[in-house]
């Protein structure tokens, strides 16, 4: 079975602080992808990355990076230097056919709030 | 134009009314689904669609039946809905990396769905 979980429901914290999101995942999969999306007050989730899981190699765009652990089971999600537009729930997926995400399994998201 | 619409953004219905949920994807995607995401749930997946043909059905209760006359229209209707079904109803698309695509889904800004 797959599971995604997100054990952080709610993080606050001032701008220009760093913060982590956390994700631990569980498939039996061999094969499998990694995602973070963000959902802003809109309601669209927004694609952030994915990575696959022959991929540990970490990943920084901008004040955004991802840290990869299969020994751990963790996809973790850092913003450095936080701004109030990060403000968003933010959700990590897990996906375990590797063409297509039909089975693609959400964590319950976590709310980060940055305050000015 | 943006990748996923979702119309309406709202609605109201009771539970004895019929409506329809419509979704229109412009990316040339063959793929669309159907989430639910409730209130401090996970986003369940309902309804997948490849090639307008249904793939999945995640023990959706027959009060939603989907349809997908076209690889880039998708519609949910509802009819004799319970309180419970009162959420956020999102349609994302998606397009085989076999067929040039990324796993990735796109997703619309989702109809809040109220059944009083």
């Known amino acids: 079975a797959q599971k995604v979980t997100q054990a952080q429901t709610e993080i606050s914290v001032v701008e220009k602080e760093d913060v982590t999101l956390d994700c631990v995942y569980e498939?039996?999969?061999?094969?499998?992808?990694l995602f973070w999306y963000k959902q802003p007050p809109s309601g669209e989730l927004v694609f952030l990355i994915r990575?696959?899981?022959?991929?540990?190699q970490n990943e920084i765009s901008g004040r955004y990076s991802w840290n990869f652990q299969k020994s751990t089971s963790s996809f973790n999600f850092t913003i450095t230097a936080s701004q109030v537009v990060d403000s968003a729930v933010y959700f990590c997926?897990?996906?375990?056919?590797?063409?297509?995400?039909?089975?693609?399994?959400f964590g319950a998201g976590t709310r980060l709030t940055v305050k000015p | 134009e943006t990748g996923v619409t979702q119309t309406p953004r709202h609605l109201v219905m009771g539970m004895t009314n019929k409506k329809s949920l419509k979704c229109e994807q412009h990316?040339?995607?063959?793929?669309m689904y159907w989430y639910k995401q409730s209130a401090k749930k996970p986003l369940e997946l309902m309804f997948v669609?490849?090639?307008?043909?249904?793939?999945e059905n995640n023990s959706v209760p027959s009060r939603f039946s989907p349809e997908c006359p076209n690889s880039s229209h998708l519609f949910l209707h509802l009819h004799t809905l319970q309180p419970e079904d009162s959420a956020l109803y999102l349609c994302?698309?998606?397009?085989?990396?076999?067929?040039?695509?990324?796993?990735?889904?796109?997703f619309g800004q989702g109809t809040r769905l109220t059944v009083v």
């Open positions: 498939t039996r999969d061999t094969t499998y992808y």
């Open positions: 990316l040339g995607h063959n793929a």
């Open positions: 994302a698309s998606s397009q085989d990396v076999l067929r040039g695509g990324d796993t990735e889904a796109f």
């Open positions: 990575r696959n899981s022959f991929d540990e």
């Open positions: 669609y490849n090639f307008k043909e249904q793939t």
């Open positions: 997926a897990l996906s375990g056919r590797p063409y297509n995400n039909n089975d693609m399994r």
